[in-house]
């Protein structure tokens, strides 16, 4: 009889330890699933003559993810000839233009699609500024470029060697100015990113 009892509370503790690890594991899968949950795509661009900005639009239409239109403090010439000049200043004094803007809740990003147009086989240096003001570290970043016959040649390797080594840095595409929509979104399928099903996203 005594042994009979010994057993059954022994079998008592070890249903409530089972119990305890389920319910410790349930908790765990929930934190992991709500984490991904929140875990958020921003694209940056810069567009001068608004080529990018095309490219970034469709593409945000398609994830409906949140977007910035990176702009510089000082505006570069109207003058297109003179806009080629200061850029290719820029690019020999590898200068840092400054930001007009700085991004909120930049923590909730955890990938970050980045468009620039190509100036003399470069990005311009104001996506320098930018990858050089916040941190990337942990972050996974997603390059396009656009550009009527180059590709992103150089440019990708020059900024992936500006955020931190512990960000993810893809290899990227070039888009020129007529992109469909099923081009883009052909790649980014190919980078894993799926469009959102929760609220809609906005330019901030």
């Known amino acids: 009889m005594e042994q009979t009892r010994k057993r059954g509370f022994a079998n008592h503790v070890l249903q409530g330890i089972i119990l305890l690890l389920i319910i410790l594991m349930a908790g765990a899968f929930t934190t992991e699933v709500n984490a991904a949950a929140k875990k958020k795509t921003l694209i940056v661009y810069y567009s001068r003559t608004n080529t990018t900005q ?11 993810a949140d977007m910035v239109r990176l ?57 320098s500024t930018f990858l050089e003001s916040y941190d990337f570290s942990g972050k996974t970043i997603v390059p396009f470029c656009t550009s009527g016959g180059s590709g992103l040649g150089t440019s990708a390797s020059s900024l992936h060697s500006l955020v931190s080594s512990d960000a993810a840095w893809k290899t990227g595409i070039r888009f020129t100015a007529g992109a469909s929509a099923g081009d883009i979104q052909t790649w980014l399928k190919s980078e894993g990113i799926q469009p959102f099903t929760g609220a809609s996203a906005h330019a901030i």
């Open 54 to 64: 095309q490219i970034a639009k469709k593409i945000q239409k398609l994830i409906n």
């Open 71 to 127: 702009k510089t403090k000082n505006a570069y010439p109207s003058d297109y000839d003179e806009m080629l000049e200061t850029a290719q200043r820029e690019q020999d004094e590898n200068a840092r233009p400054e930001m007009a803007d700085r991004i909120s809740n930049w923590s909730q990003y955890d990938k970050i699609i980045l468009g620039y147009p190509i100036w003399y086989g470069q990005a311009p240096k104001i996506i």
